[in-house]
C-alpha cells in the first residue's frame, strides 16, 4: 500500500499569510492527487484534484502543485475561514490513502 | 446538486453485524464509483472501500477485507457497506462519497455525505 505523508503535522499561521503543506507518497502516483479540507463536525470538502486543479466553487487563493512523490498545497492568503485540518489522498491505485492531516490553527 | 445522506449508524457489540447506508440524489448514480471513508474519534481520515460504478469490482483496505462488503443498487442509488463481526477499532463516523470522474473505477471523492457514527463496545 502507498504511505503518505504530510507536513507539518500542525501549523500556526495569521490572517493573511502565505500558508504552505507538503504531501510525500512512498511511491509515485503521478497526478492522482487530491487536497480536502476539514472543519470540525463537519465531513470533509475537496479542494484540489490531480495535483493541481481547482474544485468549482474553491477560492483562487489555493493552490496545489506536484508530480509523482511530492506534493504541495498553498494558501496565498490565509483568511479566517480557512482554520481548519487539510488532508491529501492518492487516488492512483486502491487502496486508496490520505495523509495523517494538517491542521492549522491561528496564531 | 447532488446530495448524499448516509444512515444505519448506531451502538453495536463487537462481534456484532451493521448495514450503512448511503441514499444518493441530484446526479447519475449509475455513473460514478462510490467510496466510504471513516474517521475515528479524534482521528484522521481513513478510506474503506469502494465499488465500481456498475457494481462489478469492489475494493478494500486491508483491515475490513472479509468482514465488510460494500454493494450498490442502481436501481434505488443506493450505496450500502455491509460490516460483520465487527471490532472496537471499528468505531468512527463512516462517511460515503462520490467519486468525481463518470465510467471510472477509481477517482478522487468530489462529494461527500454528512457522516453516520457507529459506535463498537460492550
Known amino acids: 500500500a502507498i504511505q503518505m505523508t504530510q507536513s507539518p503535522s500542525s501549523l500556526y499561521a495569521s490572517v493573511g499569510d502565505r500558508v504552505t503543506i507538503s504531501c510525500r507518497a512512498s511511491?509515485?502516483?503521478?497526478?492522482?492527487l487530491g487536497w480536502y479540507q476539514q472543519k470540525p463536525g463537519k465531513a470533509p470538502k475537496l479542494l484540489i484534484y490531480?495535483?493541481?486543479i481547482l474544485q468549482g466553487g474553491v477560492p483562487s487563493r489555493f493552490s496545489g502543485s506536484g508530480s509523482g512523490t511530492y506534493f504541495t498545497l498553498t494558501i496565498s492568503s490565509l483568511q479566517p475561514e480557512d482554520f481548519a485540518t487539510y488532508y491529501c489522498l492518492q487516488d492512483y491505485s486502491y487502496p486508496f490513502s490520505f495523509g495523517q492531516g494538517t491542521k492549522v490553527e491561528i496564531k | 446538486q447532488a446530495q448524499l445522506v448516509e444512515s444505519g449508524g448506531g451502538v453495536v457489540q463487537p462481534g456484532r453485524s451493521l448495514r450503512l447506508s448511503c441514499a444518493a440524489s441530484g446526479f447519475t448514480f449509475s455513473s460514478h464509483v462510490m467510496d466510504w471513508v471513516r474517521q475515528a474519534p479524534g482521528k484522521g481520515l481513513e478510506w474503506v472501500a469502494a465499488v465500481s460504478y456498475d457494481g462489478s469490482k469492489r475494493y478494500y483496505i486491508d483491515s475490513v477485507e472479509g468482514r465488510f462488503t460494500v454493494s450498490r443498487d442502481n436501481s434505488k442509488g443506493t450505496l450500502y457497506l455491509q460490516m460483520n463481526s465487527l471490532r472496537p477499532e471499528d468505531t468512527a463516523v463512516y462517511y460515503c462519497?462520490?467519486?468525481?470522474?463518470?465510467?471510472?473505477?477509481?477517482?478522487?471523492?468530489?462529494?461527500w455525505g454528512q457522516g453516520t457514527t457507529v459506535t463498537v463496545s460492550s
Open positions: 490531480a495535483a493541481s
Open positions: 462519497a462520490k467519486g468525481g470522474m463518470r465510467f471510472l473505477d477509481w477517482s478522487y471523492m468530489d462529494v
Open positions: 511511491q509515485g502516483v503521478r497526478d492522482d
